[in-house]
């Protein structure tokens, strides 16, 4: 078997890959929707692709994986390697769970990632509402993340938050010390939240890159009584390309709240010193950002050789990605929490793929189906009038 063909399409909003072959197998990628523009990067391979045996993935993956790096570059690659266990999983009619070891359980746990609904003042009562309709959702979330402080319009909305001025352009552009009213008003937000949760239902933070560190520490502590997953991306983050391994090693040794990051990360080689030096507690690799699925499991079992748990973030919006989740899900080690469930938007994406369990998620947990490759496919019928306006080959 030998690859023909390397496309990418935007459906929607979601960079979708494509890869075909000799022997008439294809194969599928995708990226997150804040990547629309991916086009260029994922067709700079096509020429190192074409003629090899896409079944070989490592082998394949050996000749662009060091042609890539942080965002987003990495996005690129990292659709292309799921798209060649596709098709190595329908070439020999296996899921790909099973190229990647087998799996160790049959259900996915997943925790809310796109259930969510617009807030007006970023005040405590909006995160108590909030948190309220997604513990009511009916996918009956075991925890829920929310977005908060620099990775919300919080900055904006909450006269006096922090030491700066309000920046535009690249996402999460926003950082500087916080006053104490900022940080009275996290709290509070956290304690509102709380106070609708209890113990039923957990919670995680999406803090944001943004956050200096004597910030973080102080919020860290301050939260101990609460019980959180986590904090997550308060010093790095989402674009940004290093990852302050020491300065997060200060900040998780200085609180008992787990701290997590990983989401912007590209290659196992980029996790070493956050978890050799066991600098954050929780790691949470994108496994359209990292390299792959196969990257993602690496990293995982790196994690818990260092007692370091894993919980994936979500591809949004598309649900090829989610198709990728719950196959190297189904294989991580037991440091495994869930991964950022990733609800298709728009909802058309439910009616152009098919393979999807109906519903997808009971009681937090997606069952693991066992059909080959990814086990989801497009319906080109159905998703031809979504293409972007250039993009009406990709099919063919």
Not at 40 to 48: M, T
Request: a negative charge.
């Amino acid at each position: 078997m030998k690859i023909t063909d390397l496309k990418c399409a935007v459906i929607g909003q979601n960079p979708v890959i494509r890869i075909t072959t000799d022997e008439g197998i294809d194969g599928y990628g995708q990226a997150e929707n804040s990547k629309p523009y991916l086009k260029p990067h994922v067709l700079f391979y096509k020429q190192y692709l074409i003629g090899e045996d896409p079944t070989n993935v490592e082998r394949v993956m050996l000749k662009i994986r060091r042609m890539a790096s942080f965002k987003p570059w990495g996005a690129a690659v990292s659709a292309i390697e799921m798209a060649l266990l596709d098709i190595a999983g329908k070439a020999s009619g296996l899921p790909v769970f099973k190229l990647l070891g087998g799996k160790i359980r049959d259900h996915v746990r997943v925790y809310n990632g796109g259930v969510r609904w617009p807030m007006r003042n970023h005040n405590p009562q909006d995160y108590a509402e909030d948190v309220a309709k997604m513990k009511d959702a009916k996918e009956n979330f075991s925890f829920i993340k929310v977005a908060i402080g620099f990775h919300s319009q919080m900055v904006a909305t909450v006269p006096g938050f922090f030491y700066g001025e309000l920046r535009g352009g690249a996402p999460h552009a926003q950082r500087g010390p916080m006053t104490e009213k900022g940080l009275k008003h996290v709290i509070a937000c956290v304690e509102a939240m709380k106070k609708v949760l209890g113990d039923e239902v957990g919670l995680a933070l999406d803090c944001g890159p943004g956050w200096l560190l004597p910030d973080a520490i102080r919020l860290a502590r301050a939260l101990e009584p609460y019980n959180l997953l986590w904090l997550e991306d308060m010093l790095t983050g989402d674009y940004t390309p290093y990852t302050l391994a020491k300065t997060y090693r200060d900040l998780t040794n200085s609180t008992s709240t787990p701290i997590h990051t990983g989401e912007q990360i590209y290659l196992r080689q980029n996790f070493m010193e956050l978890i050799e030096t066991q600098a954050v507690r929780v790691v949470g690799p994108d496994p359209e950002d990292v390299g792959g699925l196969t990257e993602l499991k690496w990293i995982a079992e790196y994690a818990d050789l260092h007692g370091i748990l894993m919980a994936p973030h979500g591809i949004f919006d598309g649900l090829i990605g989610l198709a990728g989740l719950v196959q190297v899900a189904a294989t991580l080690p037991t440091n495994y929490i869930a991964f950022e469930y990733p609800v298709a938007q728009p909802e058309w994406w439910y009616e152009i793929v098919e393979g999807l369990p109906e519903p997808i998620v009971k009681d937090s947990l997606i069952e693991v189906w066992d059909r080959p490759g990814l086990g989801v496919t497009l319906i080109p019928s159905k998703a031809k009038k979504y293409l972007a306006p250039g993009d009406e080959d990709f099919f063919d």
